[in-house]
């Protein structure tokens, strides 16, 4: 059973620098794709960032020159680095691991958790 578990988040000022770490455990799979996505208040749910298991990452465009991500395969583990942080960023973090191909409804999830950015 695959478990994915975030960590990091809280309150950041307006122009500040947060990281998120997201474990995952009970992998068996080594060509996996892991993600964050986000919720802001009154929103769905939308992409954030992913890298696979050779480092290629994606972002999407609100956060391509502010946020970075990485990963550590041997300990199944993803960050997302975010900086310049500005209030619509404001949102609950979710981070997610599929396999290689697939869609991420079909990919674990974790509970989320929350980032607000003052002004």
């Known amino acids: 059973q695959v478990h994915v578990v975030e960590s990091g988040g809280g309150l950041v000022q307006a122009g500040g620098s947060t990281r998120l770490s997201c474990a995952a455990s009970?992998?068996?799979?080594?060509?996996?794709?892991m993600a964050w996505f986000r919720q802001r208040p009154g929103k769905e749910r939308e992409f954030v960032a992913s890298?696979?298991?050779?480092?290629?990452?994606s972002f999407a465009d609100p956060v391509k020159a502010r946020f970075t991500i990485s990963r550590d395969n041997g300990k199944n583990t993803v960050y997302l680095q975010m900086n310049i942080l500005k209030p619509e960023d404001t949102a609950i973090y979710y981070c997610?691991?599929?396999?290689?191909?697939?869609?991420?409804?079909?990919?674990?999830w974790g509970q989320g958790t929350q980032v607000t950015v003052s002004s």
């Open positions: 997610a691991l599929r396999f290689e191909f697939g869609p991420w409804s079909s990919g674990y």
């Open positions: 009970g992998v068996t799979f080594s060509r996996n794709v």
């Open positions: 890298v696979d298991w050779n480092g290629l990452s």
